[in-house]
């Protein structure tokens, strides 16, 4: 099994090319097909926003090359049989509403000609105009109705604006009417200290601060217990969540002992996808609070390279920590069931 250190080490040494290569090649799998519900797609009017707005290097990162015909040959390598391509981090809103409103439709219209030329290979969940709520709504209706979105990405905030702020209501009042899954994607803080960790790219930390803030938030708001129909998919196997739930709960307790806050059973509704490094520690604390049937695989790709990508799935197909039955669950099955029409198209 590759692991994460020895990786690293291929790729700064002078045969690191071939190496990846040979990573490529070689791996087999497990003859599960997947379903990844945490991938991305970079159409090019969303990468001329980014420039346009000062953004080439979101959040730390370069933004990494895309195109759909090489992202289905990734798909064949990993075993992929859909991918539910979602925009990641900066997100669709630069500072100003109209331009994000507009590019919220660029990229949904351009996510949905995808579905249409590839029905059974991809998937799209729709971004919307947050924190407009008029524009938002309207773009879940067409969305839904006009693109037949099979979700929504929502990001952790917008401009600052975080989910669990009650004046987002009325767009989770529109979801929550249409039964729509919502996938999460950590943003960059509203606000990060200066001169504290400041060589570290922002997703190694500060995704997941913000994933669990905005999390928690829901919950103490009553955003999840208010719109019960709302399916909410939560990124990189719940960020802190399952390291915290014990010490929120408790503190609520004593905080609001009227309140009928029960973390437990919040924590325990949502999903969660496990792309990124969750192993061996991070998926051991998840599956103690949550059931297999609400976890599902995220590659990352492109943000995560391909040969990454491949480490991240070989060690989840030997895990000690799950059986083949629960890897064929999380890898298909639980996925295939939140999204019925991925297995009609195969019919």
């Not at 309207?138 to 006009?146: F, G, R, T």
């Not at 990124?235 to 806050?261: C, E, N, Q, W, Y």
């Not at 991070?282 to 391909?306: C, K, M, R, W």
């Amino acid at each position: 099994m590759y692991t994460i250190k020895k990786l690293y080490e291929l790729n700064f040494n002078n045969k690191g090319e071939n190496n990846m290569e040979n990573i490529i090649k070689n791996y087999k799998g497990n003859c599960i097909p997947k379903i990844d519900m945490h991938v991305h797609y970079l159409p090019e009017v969303y990468n001329k926003a980014l420039l346009n707005c000062g953004e080439e290097n979101p959040d730390g990162f370069p933004t990494p090359e895309w195109n759909a015909d090489t992202h289905l040959e990734v798909m064949k390598h990993l075993g992929i049989s859909t991918s539910m391509l979602a925009i990641s981090s900066p997100h669709i809103n630069f500072g100003d509403e109209h331009a994000a409103k507009i590019l919220a439709r660029e990229v949904n219209e351009y996510g949905a000609a995808l579905v249409k030329k590839y029905p059974s290979k991809f998937g799209f969940l729709a971004s919307l105009p947050l924190p407009n709520v008029d524009d938002s709504i309207k773009e879940i209706q067409y969305a839904m109705d006009v693109l037949h979105a099979d979700g929504f990405t929502l990001p952790t905030n917008t401009q600052g604006v975080y989910l669990g702020n009650p004046c987002l209501d009325p767009i989770f009042e529109e979801l929550n009417k249409r039964k729509a899954v919502v996938v999460l994607h950590p943003n960059k803080p509203s606000s990060i200290p200066e001169n504290v960790t400041e060589d570290l790219p922002i997703p190694l930390m500060e995704f997941f601060f913000d994933t669990t803030r905005t999390v928690t938030n829901m919950i103490l708001k009553g955003t999840l217990r208010r719109f019960p129909n709302i399916k909410f998919v939560i990124p990189h196997a719940g960020a802190f969540l399952s390291i915290l739930t014990d010490r929120i709960a408790i503190v609520l307790k004593m905080m609001k002992p009227a309140d009928k806050i029960d973390v437990y059973a919040d924590i325990k509704g949502l999903y969660y996808d496990v792309a990124g490094n969750c192993l061996p520690r991070q998926l051991a604390n998840l599956l103690q609070i949550v059931d297999i049937d609400h976890l599902f695989y995220g590659s990352d790709y492109p943000y995560t390279s391909e040969y990454l990508c491949i480490a991240l799935a070989d060690a989840l197909d030997k895990t000690d920590l799950l059986t083949d039955e629960q890897r064929h669950a999380i890898y298909y099955d639980n996925a295939a069931k939140l999204f019925p029409r991925l297995t009609e198209n195969k019919k």
